[in-house]
């Protein structure tokens, strides 16, 4: 079963699903109450879960279903690569955890192995990961990070500049030596970093 509310996304699971062998999508679901309504219809052996859903998260779902559904097992699938949300779906106990920018093979090869009773995400994994990411704007002056975060807010140099009380000039000094330290090439990495990186966005709450 997949729970995501794009029906492209659901469109392009299913047919990745629905060719692989022995796999077949019972239902689909765009929100949390449709999705827990159905899933208590089909149960299904595996679910797909989006994280971010127009009436909660991913996450509620799987904890609304984990009683009356304790032998279907989930799979977050989400565009957040985010430790927090990778420590909650752990926590509610997702058997894996995948990118949407993952390949379809791989998306039917997870279904497989976690309906055959493996867990791709353990404790172990969210350590050792969190370990791994250290934060690339670590060494950034705070004239950096103010730079950092209005980019993020998506204004031009002209408006950071203006915001700032400096001079463009001085804005795109900073932009590049914000993207040495953070290994990065193009401006709109950055802002696709900010993006990534707010605060417990995957639950649709502001960030910090």
Same mark, same amino acid.
């Given at each position: 079963?997949?729970?995501?509310?794009?029906?492209? &996304?659901?469109?392009?699971?299913?047919?990745?699903?629905? =060719?692989?062998?022995?796999?077949?999508?019972?239902?689909?679901?765009?929100?949390?109450?449709?999705?827990?309504?159905?899933?208590?219809?089909?149960?299904?052996?595996?679910?797909?879960? @989006?994280?971010?859903?127009?009436?909660?998260?991913?996450?509620?779902?799987?904890?609304?279903?984990?009683?009356? /559904?304790?032998?279907? =097992?989930?799979? &977050?699938?989400?565009?957040?690569?985010?430790? @927090?949300?990778?420590?909650?779906?752990?926590? *509610?106990? *997702?058997? *894996?955890?995948?990118?949407?920018?993952?390949?379809?093979?791989?998306?039917? @090869?997870?279904?497989?192995?976690? *309906?055959?009773?493996?867990?791709?995400? @353990?404790?172990?994994?969210?350590?050792?990961?969190?370990?791994?990411?250290?934060?690339?704007?670590?060494? /950034?002056?705070?004239?950096? =990070? $103010? &730079?950092?975060?209005?980019?993020?807010?998506?204004?031009? !140099?002209?408006?950071?500049?203006?915001?700032?009380?400096?001079?463009?000039?001085?804005?795109? !000094?900073?932009?590049?030596?914000? /993207?040495? $330290?953070?290994?990065?090439?193009?401006?709109?990495?950055?802002?696709?970093?900010?993006?990534?990186?707010?605060?417990?966005?995957?639950?649709?709450?502001?960030?910090?």
């Amino acid at each position: 079963m997949i729970v995501d509310d794009h029906e492209v &996304v659901r469109r392009g699971i299913a047919e990745v699903i629905d =060719r692989s062998e022995g796999m077949t999508v019972v239902a689909e679901a765009g929100s949390v109450a449709d999705g827990v309504r159905r899933a208590t219809l089909v149960r299904p052996q595996v679910m797909l879960v @989006d994280l971010q859903l127009p009436d909660g998260t991913g996450i509620d779902v799987m904890t609304a279903l984990r009683e009356p /559904l304790p032998e279907t =097992r989930a799979i &977050v699938l989400t565009s957040f690569d985010d430790d @927090d949300a990778l420590a909650a779906a752990l926590q *509610a106990g *997702a058997a *894996a955890y995948l990118l949407k920018s993952v390949r379809g093979a791989e998306i039917a @090869d997870v279904v497989r192995s976690v *309906a055959a009773g493996r867990t791709l995400l @353990d404790e172990r994994t969210v350590t050792r990961r969190r370990a791994d990411h250290d934060d690339p704007t670590a060494d /950034l002056t705070p004239s950096e =990070r $103010k &730079v950092l975060d209005l980019i993020g807010e998506g204004m031009s !140099n002209r408006e950071i500049a203006e915001r700032l009380g400096v001079a463009e000039k001085t804005v795109k !000094n900073h932009i590049t030596s914000l /993207l040495a $330290k953070m290994g990065l090439q193009r401006r709109t990495q950055v802002a696709a970093w900010v993006a990534g990186h707010k605060k417990s966005a995957w639950r649709g709450e502001p960030a910090d």
